[in-house]
């Protein structure tokens, strides 16, 4: 059974940091793009950030560029989302998600963790 579990979401003020964790069971992780996503009230999910199964190559939407860095730990089957220079518009539930391409597509999503930027 696949499960991805997200964790380190909260509520920090503009400006500030946060750092996500997303630990994954159930699959050959180091063999899985993984992505973050993220999803404001009444908005559409939207991709944050993809890094490669290797971590060689990493991705970003122009929103989050030069604040937010993925990264990965194969070793720890967790990937990692750390976010800087947070801004109101950062406020969203943040989702991870293991992608791998084949003969079959396999997809799999955490459950979120909310990210609050509030003054």
């Known amino acids: 059974q696949v499960q991805l579990v997200e964790s380190g979401g909260g509520l920090v003020q503009p400006g500030g940091s946060l750092r996500l964790s997303c630990a994954a069971s159930g699959l050959t992780f180091s063999s899985y793009t993984m992505r973050w996503y993220r999803q404001a009230p009444g908005k559409e999910r939207e991709l944050v950030a993809g890094?490669?199964?290797?971590?060689?190559?990493?991705n970003y939407a122009d929103s989050v560029k030069g604040r937010f860095t993925i990264s990965r730990d194969n070793a720890k089957n967790t990937v990692y989302l750390q976010m800087n220079s947070l801004k109101l518009e950062d406020t969203a539930v943040y989702y991870c998600?293991?992608?791998?391409?084949?003969?079959?597509?396999?997809?799999?999503w955490g459950q979120g963790t909310q990210v609050t930027v509030s003054s």
């Open positions: 890094i490669t199964s290797s971590g060689s190559s990493t």
């Open positions: 998600c293991a992608l791998r391409w084949g003969s079959i597509t396999l997809e799999y």
